[in-house]
């Protein structure tokens, strides 16, 4: 069972455009979502990040909408640039003390700008 | 930013064999972790490393799977035997606290078993 969906598989955009990348989950208990970048040859890193007490998470060009009823949240990019190019994994976990350490990961969405 | 360091970059073993993986997690962080990913898909979870103890593991931590960290030196993922199927990278990662911290990741080991 998949814990964690992601879509698009893949996602396409003209640089300047903004880019949504949707993710759902299906354990109604997990309290953190981070949203990690991966390049090519690399480890995925913290893009940003939300809790589930919050519906909006901003940092400069990139925003989280979390939908706590829905179990859904999306990555906004906005005024996509070139080094944007890159795998976008969506991450459910727990907090402290309510369950285990484990990231969950959807399969990922690999985003690229139309050169 | 911290980094984790992972040694080597590419491994290729004979199927049966034994390997060893080994993982310089960021300074002064507590919780480790080794993660398995499969041609470029979703980062699956093996194990949670704590205070010199296994935590927490997933089905793909098999028998065959083992982890350490004897003090002061590398967090170490041995496989005996290899299987063909354990050929993935394999990220490490650390944090400095549990669950709902920022994980760091390294830039994995790729093993291929044939």
């Known amino acids: 069972q998949q814990q964690v969906r992601q879509s698009p598989q893949s996602l396409t955009v003209w640089e300047g455009e903004t880019a949504i990348l949707n993710c759902s989950y299906e354990?109604?208990?997990?309290?953190?979502f981070p949203w990690y970048q991966q390049f090519p040859g690399e480890g995925p890193a913290l893009l940003i990040s939300?809790?589930?007490?919050?519906d909006k998470k901003e940092d400069g060009r990139f925003t989280i909408f979390f939908n706590k009823r829905e179990k859904k949240l999306s990555l906004h990019i906005a005024d996509s640039q070139p080094g944007d190019s890159a795998t976008y994994f969506c991450?459910?976990?727990?907090?402290?003390?309510?369950?285990?350490?484990?990231?969950?990961f959807g399969k990922g969405t690999k985003f690229s700008l139309i050169p | 930013g911290p980094k984790v360091l992972q040694i080597p970059s590419h491994q290729i073993i004979d199927m049966g064999q034994m390997v060893t993986l080994n993982c310089d997690p960021v300074?002064?962080?507590?919780?480790f972790y080794w993660y398995k990913q499969i041609l470029g898909q979703q980062m699956e979870f093996l194990v949670n490393?704590?205070?010199?103890?296994?935590?927490?593991k997933s089905k793909l931590f098999k028998d065959q799977f083992s982890v350490e960290r004897p003090d002061g030196s590398y967090f170490t993922l041995k496989i005996q035997p290899t299987a063909l199927e354990d050929s993935a990278v394999y990220f490490c990662?650390?944090?400095?606290?549990?669950?709902?911290?920022?994980?760091?990741f390294g830039k994995g080991t790729r093993l291929t078993v044939v």
């Open positions: 990662a650390s944090s400095p606290s549990g669950a709902g911290t920022e994980v760091f």
């Open positions: 490393f704590y205070n010199g103890k296994v935590m927490e």
């Open positions: 991450a459910a976990s727990f907090l402290p003390g309510t369950g285990s350490n484990r990231l969950t």
């Open positions: 300074s002064n962080h507590l919780y």
């Open positions: 354990n109604s208990a997990f309290d953190y």
């Open positions: 939300i809790l589930s007490v919050s």
